[in-house]
Every structure is written in structure tokens, then in C-alpha cells.
């Protein structure tokens, strides 16, 4: 389970997703190689408009989070195939064999984690997504390049999950301010 929370924090995967990938979702992206076959998470079974199939969409593994790389291929090297029937090919399979876990279960083992952690009740699975979002802001990245990478159709609803902290905001102000101090000192110099 924790592996499966690591994994939807990772690449902001909403519960279906992640519950949902299959090894061949995972694929290496030839720019960034370091992530080995994790470097590209495939959705397939993405959030659907009502009488819509699944959204699809691929998610690129970024620097921040390469951490999870790792505690991925150990979970497929070591963990998984203790639980996976000969020929499965879900990332998580049930202890039942072939067959992924229930999304009733996920939430469960969160609110269990959640609990055993002391964490907020308001927090639930999808919170990982909205730290998700709310990390790469933070860290520099183009608000465009955010959307794509959670499957967003309008920016929008992006800018909901988007909850920065007092520091980031005061950094925002503070380069804007230094900004500004420059450009007026640069159009005093003859």
C-alpha cells in the first residue's frame, strides 16, 4: 500500500489510475533515461466524461520525484510477485490472485494510514493529487505542462488543486520585489 500511495503522489494519479496500471504502462522516456522503465507512466483508465470512454493520457516522470522510481522496481522485483498469479500483469494485484484491488480498499488503507500517521481527517487519497499539483507549482513548472500532466482539460480546475504555502508566496513577492529594484536600477544607468 504504501508503494501504491508513493506511486499516485508521484505522477498525481487519482485512485482509479493508479489502482488500475498494468506493467505495461510503464515506459522509459528516451530524454530522461535515468528513470529507467518508469519514466513514463501510461493512464489508461483516466476520469471519464459521462458517456465517454477513459481518458487517456501519459505522465513523464519529473526530477522532483525520481525518488519513486526506485520504490517502484522494488516493489515489482520484490513484492509483487508474491501476490501476482503466473501471467498477471497488474501493478497491484489483490492478495485473490490476477485481478487489481478494490477502490473501497484504497481508501480504507489511506484512512488507515492516514490515522496511524495523525493526520487531518479532511485529508483523503485524492489529497496526494492536489500535493502533486501544488509541488510542481512550487517548484518552477509551467502551470500548462501541470494540467497535461494530470489530465486537466481546463487550467482552471488545476488552479483549484493548487494550495501554496506562506513561503512560497512570500518567495513569489520577494523576487518580484527584487525584480522590479533592478529594472528601475538598470533605467537610471546612462
Not at 507512466?41 to 470512454?53: I, L
Not at 522532483?64 to 508474491?82: K, N, Q
Not at 495523525?118 to 500535493?131: A, Q, V, Y
Request: with cysteine; aromatic share 10%; net charge positive.
Amino acid at each position: 500500500m504504501a508503494t501504491m500511495m508513493k506511486t499516485a503522489y508521484a505522477w498525481g494519479l487519482r485512485r482509479n489510475e493508479v489502482r488500475m496500471l498494468d506493467l505495461v504502462d510503464l515506459a522509459a522516456n528516451p530524454a530522461a533515461r535515468q528513470f529507467g522503465e518508469a519514466g513514463i507512466v501510461y493512464v489508461r483508465h483516466g476520469k471519464a466524461m459521462k458517456g465517454s470512454p477513459p481518458k487517456r493520457r501519459s505522465v513523464l516522470t519529473v526530477p522532483e520525484f525520481g525518488w519513486a522510481v526506485g520504490c517502484l522496481d522494488e516493489w515489482i522485483v520484490e513484492g509483487r510477485p508474491r501476490l501476482a498469479a503466473p501471467g498477471a500483469s497488474w501493478l497491484w494485484p489483490s492478495e485473490r490472485g490476477g485481478h487489481t484491488v478494490a477502490a473501497n480498499w484504497v481508501s480504507s488503507m489511506f484512512t488507515e494510514v492516514r490515522k496511524e500517521a495523525g493526520l487531518d481527517d479532511g485529508l483523503d487519497f485524492h489529497s496526494l493529487r492536489r500535493s502533486y499539483v501544488t509541488h510542481l507549482i512550487e517548484d518552477g513548472y509551467d502551470a500548462f505542462f501541470v494540467q497535461q500532466q494530470v489530465g486537466h482539460e481546463h487550467g482552471s480546475t488545476t488552479s483549484i488543486y493548487t494550495g501554496l504555502s506562506p513561503d512560497y508566496r512570500a518567495r513569489v513577492v520577494n523576487d518580484a520585489l527584487a525584480r522590479t529594484a533592478k529594472a528601475a536600477i538598470t533605467r537610471k544607468e546612462p
